[in-house]
């Protein structure tokens, strides 16, 4: 019996993205950003890492510094990846009241950084009274509005749009605009 000749199979080695969260929501959101950005696939792995600054982060700088972080923590703990991306969401009080956001940071093999905010949405006075009195958003979010482990899901971007934008969407979007200085390496 004459079987067929093998071909040649070298497989794909797809990059390795680490995410510094175990959270759901942040390693699916990283995988939608990178496949969408590069156009291929990429193995997107979570681990528990710290971001060294407080439980509810208050304004950029903080929350931008706990991004970082976790992504300098992820890459510690798992030095062998292509990324590390730290997601650190924080709140900011201004004249229209209190907002929430995320800062992306993301490290690449080479060593070059990038990051990116998200966009910015307000919250309801009750929430952010809760949170002025040490809660942290998601806590907050869970009392209110009677959920359970809301920021593993839809998070308050979810609850307070009825589901129009969710957490890992909203995560996306920064991360594919922290990828930009990686997918235009000639002009960065």
Same mark, same amino acid.
């Given at each position: ?11 794909? #080695? ?14 699916? $959101? ?18 528990? $890492? ?11 700088? #903080? ?24 997601? #650190? ?20 093999? #080479? ?5 990116? !905010? ?31 482990? $809301? !920021? ?9 749009? !009825? ?21 235009? !390496?000639?002009?960065?």
């Amino acid at each position: 019996m004459n079987l067929p000749k093998r071909q040649n199979f070298q497989p794909t #080695e797809k990059p390795l993205v680490i995410v510094g969260s175990k959270n759901p929501v942040k390693i699916y $959101s990283a995988e939608d950003a990178f496949t969408l950005a590069f156009n291929k696939g990429f193995h997107i792995n979570g681990v528990s $890492s710290y971001s060294d600054v407080s439980a509810q982060p208050k304004g950029d700088e #903080e929350t931008r510094l706990g991004a970082k972080n976790r992504a300098l923590s992820a890459q510690r703990i798992f030095p062998e990846g292509d990324f590390w991306v730290g997601i #650190e969401g924080g709140v900011a009080t201004d004249e229209l009241g209190m907002n929430a956001f995320a800062w992306i940071y993301i490290i690449n093999s #080479e060593g070059k950084s990038s990051q990116a !905010k998200t966009a910015i949405f307000y919250l309801p006075k009750a929430i952010a009274e809760l949170i002025d009195s040490g809660m942290e958003l998601g806590h907050a979010d869970d009392q209110f509005f009677d959920q359970e482990n $809301s !920021k593993q899901r839809g998070g308050s971007v979810g609850i307070l749009t !009825k589901g129009a934008l969710d957490r890992r969407s909203y995560y996306a979007q920064a991360i594919v605009l922290a990828l930009i200085p990686f997918l235009n !390496k000639n002009l960065f």
